[in-house]
């Protein structure tokens, strides 16, 4: 999901046959799913979830787009995991349950707090395929980013859905488990003649009822978790675009408002390549065999609906980004709304790679952006600590740009090569594909990939909170040797240190070269030799570690010797660090004096690492002479402030 910009009463019934426990049309659906289904996995405790596996949802229902208000019956089909004798289903209390049928009659059901409970009328053996029709209508309540929405465009009503993270109880029964996807899912909604409906798959049939009401039935055959089932109900127009993949086309179904019908025809095509470019680099879209599609809404963001992306405007990072979740948690769904970065961070990163590689000019300003958006603030991790607050998951700043820099840093300490295969067997692995993951799943893909060991990079960066600021100063000999020394605080207390390699490139006006240095401790000199003379050097030039405001200083050879100490910058704008050649214990005295001796500021200052902050605010431009008292030993400086 893309955040938006910054970050009733219905007359009609429902005709439905008396259910069964299960219905033999759906047995071809659950054979051909067999193949690439995972079932409900066990929680933590060793207990199924709710002790069954949902297998497929009919959802049929009645809306107006003029009226808040739902109505209709939902069937679960289920296989019992334990044995069985209570289904628990989420609805919201808000919800009037009228009736609920089990094997064609009637059965006892208790709905309370949002929590639907039916007792069966046996228990179910392990394994056994049982099925229950829920009757219900009311006006649903409206949470989250708004789960069940009536409003208006251009003087037409609209209802849509969007029930990420919790918010699919609130106008449908279902079971939220972001580990139990069901097979496939028969989407059936009637509303007046005049509108069409947005769903999910396949556009099965559109029936005139003959009633001044139109049936649309909607038909989707792969795994789908509860908050990507939705709908959208407006008087929408449909077009196509076509996208040539694999040999094959694949449809991109549009349903936009008419007001805006020109203005989509003319943007939507740029999905056509972006679409190659996540097939070519993480196989082929998922759900080639039926659609892929965007659905209008009155939202400033957009939402990844599986198939169906509902869209509130056509900028080509938020099609991107909708489109890249078709992989990144639709095909694979985060295990836990802790981990909710393997979405968004995921779906975040792939729209920058369609500037790297199909609008390269907005390559670095993307990279550049995220990364002085996150240090905008100190702190923050991308693992989710509070699931139960919706600010906080979705956060933009941490969970969006955050998680997308946690994969660029993935990408440079694995490497190219290793980075897409770990990610490609991590959306191919049997026991994710169709199925959900967490964190500790991609890591260990990347590991198996890289051979590298990213515990503690994910302690750092994924649990941790912060970022690292580099100072280096560097010196050359006439004969190409350089000794460079590296230092790095952090932005937050909960991570001391983020062990990395920095590349740091130098150059001068006809040449350059970039050494990566294996950065361990603050503090730690490197040696290394350039065949040429530099005159300048910068640290991370292609913006592949989240820092903060890196600073570089070039000094005299010799300068860099244990028993140096030296100012910098000199002449300073603002506020200056002394170097102090070596570590420092306790804190360290500073008298500062003006060009007639007079003492203007006097400090006691920590040393971190090799340096020690020379606060130099509010002291207007000239010389000044700085005295530095470490322990028995005094060193006296001088500096220019500008």
Same mark, same amino acid.
């Given at each position: 999901?893309?955040?938006?910009?910054?970050?009733?009463?219905?007359?009609?019934?429902?005709?439905?046959?008396?259910?069964?426990?299960?219905?033999?049309?759906?047995?071809?659906?659950?054979?051909?799913?067999?193949?690439?289904?995972?079932?409900?996995?066990?929680?933590?405790?060793?207990?199924? &979830?709710?002790?069954?596996?949902?297998?497929?949802?009919?959802?049929?229902? =009645?809306?107006?787009?003029?009226?808040?208000?739902?109505? /209709?019956?939902?069937?679960?089909?289920?296989?019992?995991?334990?044995?069985?004798?209570?289904?628990?289903?989420?609805?919201?209390?808000?919800?009037?349950? %009228?009736?609920?049928?089990?094997?064609?009659?009637?059965?006892?059901?208790?709905?309370?707090?949002?929590?639907? &409970?039916?007792?069966?009328?046996?228990?179910?053996?392990?394994?056994?395929?049982?099925?229950?029709?829920?009757?219900?209508?009311?006006?649903?309540?409206?949470?989250?980013?708004?789960?069940?929405?009536?409003?208006?465009?251009?003087?037409? #009503?609209?209802?849509?859905?969007?029930?990420?993270?919790?918010?699919?109880?609130?106008?449908? #029964?279902?079971?939220?488990?972001?580990?139990?996807?069901?097979?496939?899912?028969?989407?059936?909604?009637?509303? #007046?003649?005049? %509108?069409?409906?947005?769903?999910?798959?396949?556009?099965?049939?559109?029936?005139?009822? /003959?009633?001044?009401? =139109?049936?649309?039935?909607?038909?989707?055959?792969?795994?789908?978790?509860?908050?990507?089932?939705?709908? +959208?109900?407006?008087?929408?127009?449909?077009?196509?675009?076509?996208? #040539?993949?694999?040999? &094959?086309?694949?449809?991109? !179904?549009?349903?936009?408002?008419?007001?805006?019908?020109?203005?989509?025809?003319?943007?939507?095509?740029?999905?056509?390549?972006?679409?190659?470019?996540?097939?070519?680099?993480?196989?082929?879209?998922?759900?080639?065999?039926?659609?892929?599609?965007?659905?209008?809404?009155?939202?400033?963001?957009?939402?990844?609906?599986?198939?169906?992306?509902?869209?509130?405007?056509?900028?080509?990072?938020?099609?991107?980004?909708?489109?890249?979740?078709?992989?990144?948690? %639709?095909?694979?769904?985060? /295990?836990?709304?802790?981990?909710?970065?393997?979405?968004?961070?995921? +779906?975040?990163?792939?729209?920058?790679?369609?500037?790297?590689?199909?609008?390269?000019?907005?390559?670095?300003?993307?990279?550049?952006?995220?990364?002085?958006?996150?240090?905008?603030?100190?702190?923050?991790?991308?693992?989710?600590?509070?699931?139960?607050?919706?600010?906080?998951?979705?956060?933009?700043?941490?969970?969006?740009?955050?998680?997308?820099?946690?994969?660029?840093?993935?990408?440079?300490?694995?490497?190219?090569?290793?980075?897409?295969?770990?990610?490609?067997?991590?959306?191919?692995?049997?026991?994710?594909?169709?199925?959900?993951?967490?964190?500790?799943?991609?890591?260990?893909?990347?590991?198996?990939?890289?051979?590298?060991?990213?515990?503690?990079?994910?302690?750092?960066?994924?649990?941790?909170?912060?970022?690292?600021?580099?100072?280096?100063?560097?010196?050359?000999?006439?004969?190409?040797?350089?000794?460079?020394?590296?230092?790095?605080?952090?932005?937050?207390?909960?991570?001391?240190?983020?062990?990395?390699?920095?590349?740091?490139?130098?150059? %001068?006006?006809?040449?350059?070269?970039?050494?990566?240095?294996?950065?361990?401790?603050?503090?730690?000199?490197?040696?290394?030799?350039?065949?040429?003379?530099?005159?300048?050097?910068?640290?991370?030039?292609?913006?592949?570690?989240?820092?903060?405001?890196?600073?570089?200083?070039?000094?005299?050879?010799?300068? !860099?010797?244990?028993?140096?100490?030296?100012?910098?910058?000199?002449?300073?704008?603002?506020?200056?660090?002394?170097?102090?050649?070596?570590?420092?214990?306790?804190?360290?005295?500073?008298?500062?004096?003006? +060009?007639?001796?007079? !003492?203007?500021?006097?400090?006691?200052?920590?040393?971190?690492?090799?340096?020690?902050?020379?606060?130099?605010?509010?002291?207007?431009?000239?010389?000044?002479?700085?005295?530095?008292? !470490?322990?028995?030993?005094?060193?006296?400086?001088?500096?220019?402030?500008?």
């Amino acid at each position: 999901m893309r955040h938006a910009c910054t970050a009733l009463l219905l007359t009609c019934c429902i005709t439905s046959g008396a259910q069964v426990a299960f219905d033999p049309d759906l047995l071809h659906v659950i054979a051909a799913s067999e193949a690439h289904r995972q079932p409900a996995p066990l929680l933590k405790s060793g207990n199924p &979830s709710r002790g069954y596996d949902v297998r497929y949802h009919r959802l049929e229902l =009645v809306v107006d787009p003029a009226v808040r208000a739902v109505q /209709g019956e939902v069937t679960h089909h289920f296989s019992a995991m334990v044995p069985l004798s209570e289904v628990l289903l989420d609805l919201s209390s808000a919800l009037t349950v %009228n009736e609920v049928r089990h094997q064609g009659q009637p059965i006892a059901f208790a709905h309370v707090d949002d929590r639907l &409970s039916v007792t069966l009328s046996s228990p179910l053996a392990v394994g056994a395929i049982d099925s229950l029709t829920i009757a219900y209508a009311g006006v649903p309540p409206e949470t989250g980013f708004g789960s069940f929405i009536q409003a208006e465009h251009d003087g037409a #009503p609209i209802i849509w859905t969007l029930s990420e993270p919790y918010g699919a109880r609130d106008w449908w #029964p279902c079971k939220q488990d972001l580990n139990d996807k069901a097979d496939s899912l028969d989407l059936i909604v009637t509303v #007046p003649t005049g %509108n069409r409906v947005a769903g999910n798959g396949v556009l099965a049939n559109v029936d005139d009822l /003959g009633n001044g009401q =139109v049936r649309h039935h909607w038909r989707h055959r792969h795994p789908i978790n509860y908050y990507l089932v939705a709908f +959208a109900a407006t008087n929408y127009e449909a077009y196509s675009d076509f996208v #040539p993949l694999d040999g &094959s086309t694949v449809e991109v !179904l549009n349903y936009v408002f008419p007001e805006n019908l020109n203005e989509w025809q003319s943007a939507s095509p740029q999905i056509i390549e972006q679409m190659q470019l996540f097939s070519d680099l993480f196989g082929t879209y998922p759900f080639a065999d039926e659609k892929y599609g965007h659905a209008q809404f009155g939202w400033g963001g957009g939402m990844e609906h599986q198939t169906m992306s509902f869209m509130g405007a056509t900028h080509y990072e938020l099609m991107s980004h909708e489109l890249a979740h078709q992989w990144f948690g %639709n095909l694979v769904t985060c /295990g836990s709304w802790e981990d909710l970065w393997l979405n968004e961070g995921f +779906a975040s990163y792939l729209s920058g790679l369609c500037y790297e590689f199909l609008a390269p000019e907005y390559w670095m300003p993307f990279k550049q952006g995220r990364r002085n958006y996150i240090t905008s603030q100190p702190g923050g991790s991308v693992l989710v600590s509070d699931t139960t607050s919706i600010p906080r998951l979705f956060d933009s700043r941490l969970t969006y740009a955050k998680g997308a820099f946690l994969l660029h840093m993935l990408r440079w300490v694995c490497g190219d090569d290793a980075f897409f295969q770990g990610l490609n067997t991590y959306l191919n692995d049997p026991s994710i594909r169709n199925g959900s993951a967490l964190t500790g799943q991609l890591v260990a893909h990347l590991e198996a990939a890289s051979g590298v060991d990213l515990t503690e990079f994910m302690q750092d960066w994924y649990a941790g909170e912060g970022y690292p600021t580099y100072q280096m100063q560097w010196t050359q000999t006439l004969a190409g040797e350089v000794t460079a020394l590296l230092e790095q605080s952090t932005s937050h207390a909960s991570v001391d240190f983020f062990e990395m390699p920095v590349p740091v490139r130098f150059w %001068n006006e006809t040449q350059s070269e970039t050494v990566v240095v294996g950065h361990t401790s603050s503090g730690q000199a490197f040696d290394f030799t350039l065949p040429f003379q530099a005159d300048s050097a910068a640290i991370d030039p292609g913006v592949w570690i989240l820092s903060g405001q890196n600073l570089v200083l070039k000094v005299p050879v010799l300068a !860099l010797g244990a028993d140096r100490l030296f100012i910098y910058p000199n002449p300073v704008t603002e506020n200056a660090w002394l170097h102090l050649g070596a570590q420092a214990q306790g804190p360290i005295r500073l008298d500062v004096t003006d +060009a007639t001796g007079r !003492l203007v500021r006097s400090v006691a200052s920590p040393a971190e690492g090799l340096r020690v902050a020379l606060p130099l605010e509010g002291l207007s431009g000239g010389c000044y002479a700085v005295r530095a008292l !470490l322990g028995e030993r005094t060193v006296d400086l001088r500096f220019v402030k500008q």
